[in-house]
């Protein structure tokens, strides 16, 4: 294969402002058989194959080197694999789809306002309540990951399939690890932000596989296209 794949949104407004960005530094995206099509072009580069997939399937094959450079957003590359973030690139932060991974409690835990509060709160949680902590999220692997630098071992997650945010009020969890822009839904719900609680800033970036395979055409063709964004990175 001589050519290289660019992966983009598929759908919603994560589609319409990454082809605008493209636009922008003038290159357009065409999706010729229209939004069922997975196929598309990239105008200017005709060695470009465009490739329209949900953004966390753009993050996954990212990482396993299946796709060549990709527009998905920072937390899912950390939220895929523990591997994400060593197995791309990030050329470029796009400026859109900005949101924060927090962790948020229940207002009327008072005394809990750092992440240090939390741990001491864990630890005394089962012979409090003989159980774990719960934690309801989507973000399993990001959550530990934080969780286990903050020294917080004794919980459990559970994992949120609908609104994270109900998840205290209806008795599913005792605090989660949710996305947020505004905070204006998790005060809504009667939950803040620890003082230390973002985890993670993201937003949609345009990544470069590491485990790819570039063969000197394909690596030539990769700095072309970037050199033409103004954009740099180191493989």
Same mark, same amino acid.
């Given at each position: 294969m001589s050519g290289i794949t660019l992966?983009?949104?598929?759908?919603?407004?994560?589609?319409?402002?990454?082809?605008?960005?493209?636009?922008?530094?003038?290159?357009?995206?065409?999706?010729?058989?229209?939004?069922r099509s997975y196929l598309g072009t990239l105008e200017g580069?005709?060695?470009?194959?465009?490739?329209?997939?949900?953004?966390?399937?753009?993050a996954r094959e990212l990482i396993r080197g299946n796709i060549d450079l990709g527009v998905t957003g920072i937390d899912l590359i950390h939220e895929t694999s523990e591997q994400g973030p060593r197995a791309v690139s990030i050329a470029?932060?796009?400026?859109?789809?900005?949101?924060?991974?927090?962790?948020?409690v229940p207002d009327a835990w008072i005394d809990v306002t750092?992440?240090?509060?939390?741990?001491?709160?864990?630890?005394?949680?089962?012979s409090r309540h003989g159980r774990w902590m719960r934690?309801?999220?989507?973000? &399993? %692997?990001? /959550?530990?990951?934080?969780? *286990?630098r903050a020294g917080i071992a004794e919980y459990r997650t559970v994992e949120s399939l609908g609104a994270t945010e109900a998840a205290p009020a209806s008795g599913v969890a005792d605090i989660i690890v949710d &996305? %947020?822009? /505004?905070?204006?839904?998790? *005060?809504?719900?009667?939950?803040?932000?620890?003082?230390?609680?973002?985890?993670?800033?993201?937003?949609?970036c345009?990544?470069?596989?590491?485990?790819?395979?570039w063969s000197p055409e394909? %690596?030539?063709?990769?700095?072309?296209?970037?050199?033409?964004?103004?954009?740099?990175?180191?493989?």
């Open positions: 992966a983009v949104p598929s759908k919603g407004r994560l589609e319409e402002l990454t082809r605008d960005w493209f636009a922008s530094r003038g290159f357009t995206i065409h999706r010729p058989g229209g939004a580069a005709p060695d470009v194959t465009v490739r329209f997939f949900p953004a966390a399937e753009i470029a932060e796009l400026g859109f789809g900005n949101a924060d991974v927090v962790v948020a750092h992440m240090h509060d939390l741990a001491d709160v864990a630890s005394d949680f089962r934690v309801a999220t989507k973000y &399993i %692997t990001i /959550t530990r990951q934080h969780f *286990a &996305i %947020t822009t /505004t905070g204006s839904t998790l *005060a809504a719900n009667g939950l803040r932000v620890l003082e230390d609680g973002v985890m993670l800033q993201s937003q949609a345009l990544a470069v596989s590491r485990t790819a395979e394909q %690596t030539k063709l990769r700095d072309q296209l970037l050199g033409q964004l103004k954009l740099k990175v180191k493989i």
